[in-house]
């Protein structure tokens, strides 16, 4: 899905559900990390996690547009669009829209490290300089013993 299909869905939706329009930008926002989704109320753009996108069937990414567009329209109205009003709540119980966004896969590469005294294995999502640091336990020297994708 590309930005001009997913500003096109958002404003469909928005009509449908809001009965309001969306006049602003939609994007998608590749550095979303643990959310489906974030309203700026600064200019009114909202932005949506890619990899959400792709992983998950459509019922769900319409949940999640439904959730900023309650951000969105409530904020525009002047009324309470933070997750803790009473009207955001109303507003997205009425419409359908997802509270919480799907948990994503955890995924990566892990480094294992061992320890070359002890024997205690060390798992890292960051690279570290083998020669620069010791084992916490022992003081021994680590290897870098396995690289793992997830």
């Known amino acids: 899905m590309t930005n001009q299909e997913l500003q096109a869905r958002v404003e469909a939706?928005?009509?449908?559900?809001?009965?309001?329009?969306?006049?602003?930008?939609?994007?998608?926002?590749?550095?979303?990390r643990t959310t489906g989704g974030r309203f700026y109320?600064?200019?009114?753009?909202?932005?949506?996690?890619?990899?959400?996108?792709?992983?998950?069937?459509s019922d769900v990414t319409d949940g999640i547009i439904k959730h900023e567009l309650v951000?969105?329209?409530?904020?525009?109205?002047?009324?309470?669009?933070?997750?803790?009003?009473?009207?955001?709540?109303?507003?997205?119980?009425?419409?359908?829209?997802?509270?919480?966004?799907?948990?994503?896969?955890m995924s990566g590469r892990h480094y294992v490290y061992q320890c070359t005294r002890c024997g205690?294995?060390?798992?890292?999502?960051?690279?570290?300089?083998?020669?620069?640091?010791a084992c916490g336990v022992c003081r021994g020297k680590l290897r870098l013993q396995a690289t793992r994708n997830n």
């Open 120 to 133: 205690r294995q060390f798992v890292r999502r960051r690279r570290i300089n083998v020669n620069r640091y």
């Open 13 to 32: 939706i928005s009509m449908s559900a809001f009965h309001q329009p969306f006049n602003h930008q939609a994007v998608f926002n590749a550095r979303l």
């Open 41 to 57: 109320p600064a200019t009114m753009n909202l932005d949506f996690n890619p990899k959400i996108f792709a992983l998950y069937p």
């Open 71 to 105: 951000h969105y329209h409530l904020f525009a109205q002047h009324r309470g669009y933070q997750h803790r009003d009473h009207d955001f709540k109303q507003l997205l119980a009425a419409v359908g829209g997802s509270r919480f966004a799907p948990s994503l896969p």
